[in-house]
């Protein structure tokens, strides 16, 4: 049975919980999810455990919080850096446009350490909660690829299969320049020939 916790609403439980939250993601950035503790977070809270349990059910429902505040973050940055495809001069040539969309999307992966990217990242397989939650940051971000693309006149020739294909094409350009793992791989030439693949996939709407 899941115990009752409480929802903030005076100013200061409101605080309580925002110092909980901003500690325990700071903590699992440097010492992973699976080494850090409930007891971790209150002590670094400065909260005994019986408060950070009135606010929260167990670790994985504030990481999931953790999560869903970085998602907002996440996405306005990447509507915002997106719109900024509108000072491309040459809005005719399609590569170029999805090349920024793409370094748009890397430039937002930087900020995870490795350690707490593989641990969420095993999560997703393992955990139907944080898959959920993967699931619909992959929706969020397609939305805004496919819109942009809307905007210059492009759209997919099928939708939801080739925004999957997307995904995890742009998922794994950023996973590798950010961690670089392949040794003698060209990050400019691999994101190019990603744009070009996209390219393929569009059909240009006439009006």
């Given at each position: ?152 006149g492009y759209r997919l020739s ?17 996973d590798e320049v950010v961690f670089q ?27």
């Amino acid at each position: 049975m899941n115990k009752e916790t409480r929802v903030p609403k005076q100013k200061r439980s409101i605080e309580k919980s925002k110092k909980i939250i901003e500690v325990a993601y700071q903590l699992f950035m440097d010492n992973g999810y699976f080494n850090t503790s409930t007891v971790d977070i209150a002590k670094a809270a400065g909260l005994s455990v019986g408060v950070f349990y009135s606010y929260f059910a167990d670790k994985k429902d504030i990481l999931l919080v953790c999560l869903e505040q970085f998602e907002d973050y996440f996405m306005e940055n990447i509507y915002q850096e997106i719109k900024s495809t509108q000072s491309i001069e040459d809005i005719e040539d399609i590569v170029e446009i999805t090349k920024h969309m793409i370094l748009v999307m890397v430039k937002t992966h930087t900020s995870q350490k490795r350690r707490y990217h593989d641990e969420i990242k095993a999560l997703e397989l393992l955990d139907v909660d944080i898959k959920k939650h993967f699931l619909k940051i992959q929706d969020s971000l397609m939305d805004a690829f496919q819109s942009r693309l809307s905007s210059y006149g492009y759209r997919l020739s099928y939708p939801k299969e080739q925004a999957f294909l997307i995904h995890q094409m742009i998922g794994g350009i950023e996973d590798e320049v950010v961690f670089q793992d392949i040794i003698d791989i060209d990050h400019d030439i691999l994101i190019e020939q990603c744009a070009i693949v996209i390219k393929n996939m569009l059909v240009k709407d006439v009006l």
